[in-house]
């Protein structure tokens, strides 16, 4: 499955080299397109669907044509709706996009967050792929495929995800996937935070980080547990106003509870 995809992605991307890169506005198109064609399966939108999907549409890998594909969409959004405290939430973002005047391809993360009954949540980390042709002047799925990527990927997508929460001041993101007994070394100070203190710490700092950029990477997984070490530069200003521009060396320890990963520790030194 996963060497089709690149071969997939590889033949498109050809492709669209012969006709001339998508314009960021055809692009935004065909994000627009995708998050429709996602809300239209969460609200059971058969009529949406059978406009989205051509007639001669094949699910991969499962060889599903077009009746079977809207009809298990459907199911799922009847579900849903019968019992709303007990649905996925899905999540659709980290778009790559390709495009010819007459072809298409999308690949995109998937986040889906899976409840269940005794009050646990697992969160599926998939990506995937759409292939897109225009027919009578307007885009329609002909097949895709989705593959749940690797607990190394998931460590990317969770420091990349971890640096735009710092930039968004999104301090939900962190009590989400801080663990409970997570712990912070305060990159000047040296000083040792738990959960708690490191948070409030975020919400009193007055400086405004403009942009953070991860380098030099390092992931290793082992079991239920993970160590990411690299480079974070970090651009911004401070309570005073004045521009800042300086690297940290990270080392972040990860360790997967309740079947999602959390963040378990995490320390920084500055570097020239």
Known sequence: MKTFLLLLLLMLTATTFAFGQCSDAEKKTLEAFDLAWEAAGQRGDRAYLESTFA???????????????????????????????????VVSDNYIISCTPATASITHRLLVTAKFPNGREETYYNRSVHVLEKRGGRWQAVTNANHEVSDYAIMNYMERD?????????????????????SEIDSQTGAINNK???????????????????????????GGSAVVTGINRIKGRDEKNQPFDYRVRFTDTFVKRDGRWQIWATQGTRVP
């Open 162 to 182: 971890w640096n735009n929460a710092v930039v968004k001041r999104d301090f939900a993101w962190f009590e989400r996937n801080y663990a409970a007994d997570a």
């Open 196 to 222: 708690a203190k490191a948070i409030a710490q975020m919400k009193a700092d007055k400086s405004v980080v403009k942009s953070a950029e991860l380098a030099e990477m390092d992931i290793r997984v082992d």
């Open 55 to 89: 007639d001669d549409f094949v699910a991969l890998s499962a060889m599903t044509g077009k009746k079977e594909t809207i009809d298990s969409i459907l199911r799922r959004a009847e579900r849903n709706k019968a019992n709303p405290q007990m649905a996925d939430t």
